[in-house]
């Protein structure tokens, strides 16, 4: 009996996954910063239109939202093998490759994990969307709240770093490499060369 040929490149529901997944990322990175710099009471001009606690609470749903993403998108994977690394890569690039996707569930999971912790011990509730509450992890605790913050804002700045070596390693390997790693994730449904 004849096997099937592995895939060469992600299929759609793990392109979807990773794009969308990033775009809600980078969707985060510029709602982040925003209530950290507005004084209390002071609205944002369009398109946000929210106040300060509106922006956070945004933030809060939009991070849960990479939450529910990066466990359905775990659970996919573990039925679904990714495409095998191009046999062309040097044994090093395919553990460092490996162990970036890895680092990339962790963080992505970890990083809104630790903002909900984060909002439990401020004594907050993580609303999302409006549509539901999200249980308190912890009482309110204004040392772990500290320890929390410190834990998601360290967690950003090495997704921050993970994702522009992601980016650039991709590049790298399509306009450099002549590789057909990129297109991997571009394809939809069509095979890589």
């Not at 392109?15 to 775009?23: E, I, M, P, R």
């Not at 249980?135 to 804002?153: C, K, M, Y």
């Not at 360290?154 to 390997?173: D, E, N, P, Q, Y």
Request: proline letters at 7%.
């Amino acid at each position: 009996m004849q096997t099937a040929p592995q895939p060469t490149n992600y299929g759609g529901v793990a392109q979807s996954f990773h794009w969308v997944v990033a775009a809600v990322v980078v969707l985060q990175f510029l709602l982040a910063p925003i209530p950290e710099n507005l004084r209390p009471g002071i609205h944002v001009d369009p398109p946000f239109g929210l106040d300060k606690l509106g922006l956070l609470a945004r933030h809060k749903s939009f991070g849960m939202t990479v939450l529910m993403l990066m466990v359905a998108r775990a659970l996919w994977r573990w039925r679904n093998a990714p495409p095998c690394l191009p046999e062309t890569m040097k044994p090093a690039l395919r553990f460092l490759a490996r162990a970036t996707h890895l680092a990339f569930y962790v963080i992505l999971i970890a990083m809104p994990l630790s903002g909900w912790m984060m909002t439990s011990a401020r004594g907050a509730s993580v609303r999302w969307f409006g549509l539901w509450t999200w249980p308190s992890l912890i009482g309110q605790n204004e040392h772990a709240f500290r320890l929390w913050r410190v834990t998601h804002d360290t967690l950003s700045r090495i997704l921050l770093v993970f994702a522009s070596l992601h980016v650039a390693a991709a590049l790298k390997h399509h306009f450099w490499n002549k590789g057909a790693v990129l297109m991997r994730m571009l394809s939809f449904g069509r095979s890589a060369k």
